[in-house]
């Protein structure tokens, strides 16, 4: 194990928090704690913009010159303003440390990065290429010569501080991924404890509830599973049919279980993979404890931490009194903007959420955004009663455009280099009540309790139940017409919407008066990430993006920003439930009372059991503990490691070489499938690497440069000569998955073509093409 790496990025992040939660202290002077759990967003965010434009010119350069702005920030906040409290950053530190630790701890046991099981080459073949780089925009690792057709922000802040550390990328890897994690719990503690605190409700229960919603929890597949297994033999099988089950995984016994099985619930038979058969359950679902247990370091884990600083930002705004139209408008269109910029870069499936969260806190927030124009304009449209709420909407609406205007021009050089073609789709399989109940039943309990609870204090609890009850028809007859999300969810949306502006509704509709519950309104911000994650989910009911793999990619990546926002909420809301929630009857207040705790405890044993399971699946790896990702080269690809590493150690900057370009997420040398490895592995860029390309650009293009990769190991020496100058090559790799595609490599009978590196399975030719 390696300590003393461990040692220096846990001080960095510690450094980071620290400095960040300074300058936070300016963005979050309401929060509780002046919103230090926010330290390493911010920071990374100062970090990032500079070294991204700055990079333009020399990557050397932005990174240090990132650092020395940082620092500048933060003596300034510091001297002008005042340090984080000491209390408040300890117990911060301690969460980010805890988590940290305990992400550090799986990923020793299980630190491979291989193709299979997810992207990891992918990942860390862009880490390794953008710490290689010189300057931006970054060429394309397995497209030579191009740009990245990719969004690799997130990998831009590994890079960062591999750079900063001076870590080998194998290492940095794994530590940057814990950071991440422990980032994404942090700043969701943080969070959760601020909103939590603003209604008056204790903030470290909230908190920690949040913590292990964000950090461990799983979704409900996994206990639903296990009490199928604990039912007596027959009737098991005849549950787990009922429920559309196939009695396997835990159902069929602990023996059997699958930390997979967790993040493939959803199935759908629109999607064309070809030759290849995955399990039936297409959709991905995935959560956060299995995307860091499967170990890619992806865009949509990656980005989390930002949706949370600009969800930050956006309480930050719902704090802020009219009074102070300055703040609220820096807020807005100074930091949100530049926030939803970097998330552009870093997971832009995640951007167009920038512009919703904005637009429902301006919309629902206490603040007037009439208030937000010009003195003598707002006042002419302040309407009375549903003109009022119109008005307001169209603000949220006009507020949400500039956010995204905004960021599109932070994010500028981005949309400038090349993009995917795909097209938008509506009307996908929709997915079945169950399916939705066992995906988001851990949030969907909760919400739905806390809105009857909020109704029964507004209208009675006779009313409430008689509420209830048709909510739940709803729910029933919308399963039964294929439109299960709708009838789930709209009553949540409705109800969310209507407590959240009661203030104002109170006005025109006597049924929903305003409740005093710690401010002016039955609920708080918590309602803005309730509509957020909802309004989510019913999107990729009806609307994905076009792709062979049917809406696989816009669930799973929408499903994260889903968990997040409700993982928020769901702390301070359970937080209301235990604490708040006390009928006046003293009878009903002990049912009451009884009852939610049992609830929650039933909540959050439920949802440990997938994580006892796999945690305990994972201790059991028997190789000592390390950080090093390529340490199963050796094993796993004798006849390759070593050439691998030679690239890697002994070519400096970028040259590009030439492999054999695979087709699958596999690295079976013996069918010619190498996986693009010496390119992944090295960030040194390659003719032609893996197929993901051809999404990213398309197939004739693709297509034409694997033509080449041909002619280069097998053609004419004329035709050879030329696409070596052409695409500019200085290395020939020939290994094993090189002779089983070419049956008679010729390259290296070419003047100019001369042995390089010669182990027992590869062969690695220098190109001079001066000596063509």
Known sequence: MEYGLLATWL?????????????????????????????????????????????????ALGVWLGVAVLAASTLAVWRFDRAPDLGTYAETAGVFTAAFLFLVGIRALDPAIVPVGGEKFLDFGLLQSLVRADSLPLEDMWFAGEPVAYYYGGHLIAAILTRITGTAGQFAYNLALAGFYATLVTAAYGLAG??????GLPRRLAAGLTAFCIGFAS??????????????????QTVAERAGYELD???????????????????????????????????????????????????????TGFLLLAAALCFSYYQTPAAERRRRLALLFGALPAVAGIMAVTNTWSFPSMGGLALLTVTVAPADPTTLLPKHVGQRLRLNGPGQEAVRVGMGLAVAGGVIALGLLWSLPFWLGPASGREIAVLPDRTSLLELLAVHGLFVAPFWLYLYAQTGRAVGRSTARIVGLVTVGTAALAATLDIAAVGLLVPLLLGAWLFARSPTLDRTVDAVPAL???????????????????????????????????RMNTVFKTYMQVWVLWGVAVGPVLAWLLTRWRPADDRARTWVTTGVRAFVALLVCSASIYGVFALSNHVDAGDDPTLDGLAYLDE???????????????????????????????WDTDDGEGASAPS???????????????????????????????TIYTGEPDDQRRLLEAYDVRYVYVGPAERARYDDVTVDQLQGVTVAKQTDGVTVYRVRPAQF
Do not use: C
């Open 11 to 59: 001080a960095l992040y510690l450094l980071l928090l620290y400095a960040g939660g300074t300058v936070a202290g300016l963005l979050f002077p309401r929060f509780a704690g002046r919103g230090v759990a926010f330290g390493i967003p911010v920071a990374v965010s100062i970090l990032w913009l500079v070294t991204y434009f700055v990079g333009r010119v020399s990557l």
């Open 194 to 199: 601020a909103v939590a605190s603003d209604r």
């Open 219 to 236: 979704n409900l597949s996994t206990p639903a599973k296990f009490v199928v297994w604990l039912l007596p033999g027959d009737l098991s």
């Open 249 to 303: 995984g835990l159902a069929a016994g602990p023996d059997a279980f699958s930390y997979w099985d967790a993040s493939r619930v959803i199935e759908d038979s629109a999607a064309d993979f070809g030759t290849y058969e995955p399990s039936a359950a297409l959709v991905i679902d995935e959560f956060p404890l299995f995307a860091w247990l499967n170990g890619d370091m992806h865009a949509h884990m990656m980005s």
């Open 516 to 550: 005093a519950d710690g401010g002016d309104r039955p609920v708080g911000f918590e309602a803005v990430l309730i509509l957020a994650g909802a309004g989510l989910v019913l999107l990729v009911e009806f609307v994905f993006v076009r792709e062979n793999i049917g």
């Open 636 to 666: 796993d690809h004798p006849e390759e490691a070593e050439a691998i590493r030679w690239l890697d150690e002994n070519t400096a900057g970028r040259p590009t070489i030439v492999t054999a370009a695979p087709a699958g997420y596999q």
């Open 680 to 710: 992944s592995l090295t960030g040194l860029p390659t003719v032609a690497g893996w197929t993901h390309e051809a999404q990213y650009r398309n197939d004739t293009v693709y297509d034409s440069r694997v033509n080449d990769v041909a």
